[in-house]
Nanobody, 117 residues
Framework: VQLVESGGGLVQPGGSLRLACAAS????????MSWYRQAPGTERELVAA????????YYADSVKGRFTISRDNAKNTLYLQMNSLKLEDTAVYYC???????????WGQGIQVTVAS
């Protein structure tokens, strides 16, 4: 099983980034997927989640209206579109997958997102 994140980097406040997570080694379309993040000195927090059927979503209050989670089951890829980025969005972002909603068994290695002027 592999989850490989891409698309991170340095962006100015107010800017946008699109993260991608390429999945392999499991039946991606059957799994619920999510994005977590962890800033230095803080606990890992759930940012957004999407059901395997694309019919259910979750967003943390801190990102509602700015971030959009999506998936392309034909490409085995999960996305996180991040707009209106803020300094406090700086963190390592992880994608995760599981076959039970809210419980994630597979994790990517993480990718750094830095918002700075």
């Amino acid at each position: 099983v592999q989850l490989v994140e891409s698309g991170g980097g340095l962006v100015q406040p107010g800017g946008s980034l699109r993260l991608a997570c390429a999945a392999s080694g499991f039946t991606f379309s059957s799994y619920h997927m999510s994005w977590y993040r962890q800033a230095p000195g803080t606990e890992r927090e759930l940012v957004a989640a999407i059901a395997n059927t694309n019919a259910n979503w979750y967003y943390a209050d801190s990102v509602k209206g700015r971030f959009t989670i999506s998936r392309d089951n034909a490409k085995n890829t999960l996305y996180l579109q991040m707009n209106s980025l803020k300094l406090e969005d700086t963190a390592v972002y992880y994608c995760a997958g599981g076959n039970r909603w809210g419980i994630y068994d597979y994790w990517g290695q993480g990718i750094q997102v830095t918002v700075a002027s």
